[in-house]
């Protein structure tokens, strides 16, 4: 028994954070929005509910909580974003000493608590709006979304070795798929037919099952006093012992991850892998700000439940590519081979989309984009193999504050171009995003090009 226990804590390791992780954070993102248009517009109109309870029908009146309820909606999200790279800059470093389990706790523990706090807000009038982003606040300092992705990546680089790394990175990246198809679905369901109070119990829940998960199926991945023996820089380490290590020192170890050098051209490797990652995560920004707007406009013209198919199929489809077919396909074909093909059918799909006219065409895009994910993995496993096992922590932190950064950046870009181009060309901010790919696809190919030269991963089985 106790064998087959271990067998499968080798196998199943943090997969499950990552699902119920994801699932939480997809199924908060429609109802704290629908909590902000209720909170406004109980306070815009507390004298006449009768709008509220039938705001469709009152157009300006609508447009009027709109308004409002979006200048607060940027403020969570920029709030959000912002705190949650600080801590994400530390974080990484310093799990590479310590260890990388308390990463994936902290995250659920602050958002659980704000989950109460969403509770208290749904069901007591008294509560205004604007402490929604006080919640904001609690989930950034955690480091939010950013510290799992480091945690979880880095674990999975601490376990696998060369050849099953970019799988099992794949299979991680999956579970954003599937835990975003569940939470959507989910909170949409409990939204319709239930109340805030369920939706933000569930919430919480996922998070409570994903700390209680981590603590007690998980094996540290990192032992620090075993490896500090055998992984690179022993001497810094012993050195940086002997003083209490600052949060500038993990700041500082952080950074200095992509600026050292590396043996012939790891470092420039490097860099425009850090690139890739920056204009694939600019252009999932704009798919992810734009598609709602893009697709509920004339001739297109979806509803909500239309909506709601395609990105359900759009999620599913490319959680079970990365989950099936990626992993096989890496046994017959280069995984550098696979991220090219992947930008290809990326390319394509946002052209398709630019110029798509009906429904056929829009589902038809999240066909083609099934691929789409395989390139970011290729990326991650990559950028972990040119590091060194101590820097695996820093490496990811970095990669994940470049992928939460985009959220602002691409946001402002692609949201103040849409506008401008909507009586023109509607899709043409999806041809931007095209030429962000094209782009992405040309560094790839420059960097299959280069040497591999790359320090050997120390395997630490789980």
């Known amino acids: 028994m106790c064998n087959i226990i271990q067998k499968m804590r080798t196998l199943i390791t943090v997969e499950p954070v990552m699902f119920l992780y994801m699932t939480g954070t997809f199924l908060l993102t429609p109802a704290y929005q629908q909590l902000i248009l209720f909170k406004v517009c109980g306070e815009m109109y507390s004298e006449n509910t009768e709008v509220c309870a039938d705001l469709q029908n009152h157009q300006e009146e609508s447009t009027a909580v709109q308004s409002k309820a979006s200048y607060i909606m940027l403020i969570y999200m920029s709030v959000v974003s912002l705190l949650s790279v600080i801590p994400a800059i530390f974080l990484g470093s310093w799990s590479d000493r310590a260890g990388r389990k308390l990463g994936m706790c902290i995250p659920s523990i602050f958002s659980a608590v704000s989950g109460g706090l969403f509770i208290a807000i749904a069901e007591l009038p008294e509560i205004g709006v604007y402490w929604t982003i006080v919640n904001a606040a609690i989930i950034g300092i955690s480091g939010s979304h950013v510290a799992v992705f480091l945690s979880v990546f880095s674990y999975l680089a601490d376990i696998s070795d060369g050849s099953a790394l970019t799988t099992r990175i794949g299979i991680a990246e999956a579970m954003i798929y599937f835990g975003g198809t569940v939470g959507f679905l989910l909170g949409g369901t409990l939204l319709q037919y239930y109340s805030f109070t369920h939706a933000f119990g ?12 981590v603590i007690c199926w998980l094996k540290e991945s990192k032992h620090h006093q075993d490896q500090e023996k055998v992984l690179q820089g022993v001497a810094e380490s012993i050195l940086e012992e002997k003083h209490s290590l600052s949060l500038a020192m993990y700041a500082k170890r952080t950074f200095s991850c992509i600026v050292k050098r590396r043996a012939a051209q790891d470092r420039l490797k490097l860099y425009l892998l850090v690139l ?63 991220a090219k093909v992947s930008c290809l059918l990326r390319i394509g799909a946002f052209i398709l989309m630019a110029f798509s006219t009906n429904i056929w065409m829009v589902f038809l895009v999240a066909v083609v984009n099934a691929a789409g994910g395989f390139a970011p993995a290729v990326i991650r ?82």
Not at 202 to 213: E, K, R, S
Not at 286 to 311: D, H
């Open 202 to 213: 569930v919430f919480c829940g996922c998070h409570i099952l994903a700390v209680i998960y």
């Open 276 to 338: 890739c990652m920056l204009l694939v995560n600019l252009a999932n920004t704009g798919e992810q700000s734009l598609t709602l707007m893009f697709v509920t406009y004339p001739p297109r013209s979806f509803n909500n439940e239309k909506y709601g198919e395609f990105t359900a199929t759009r999620m599913l489809l490319s959680g079970f590519s990365l989950l099936g077919v990626f992993p096989l396909l890496l046994r017959y074909v280069g995984e550098m081979i696979l």
């Open 381 to 462: 496993s990559i950028c972990s193999r040119i590091v060194g096992p101590n820097e695996q922590g820093a490496m990811f932190s970095l990669l994940a504050s470049v992928e939460t950064l985009c959220i602002l950046v691409g946001g402002a870009i692609f949201n103040g171009l849409y506008p401008i181009t909507l009586a023109s060309f509607p899709g043409m901010s999806f041809i931007v995003m095209a030429a962000f790919i094209i782009i992405t696809l040309i560094l790839i190919q420059w960097v299959s090009e280069m040497p591999t030269t790359h320090p050997p991963l120390i395997i630490n089985e789980a």
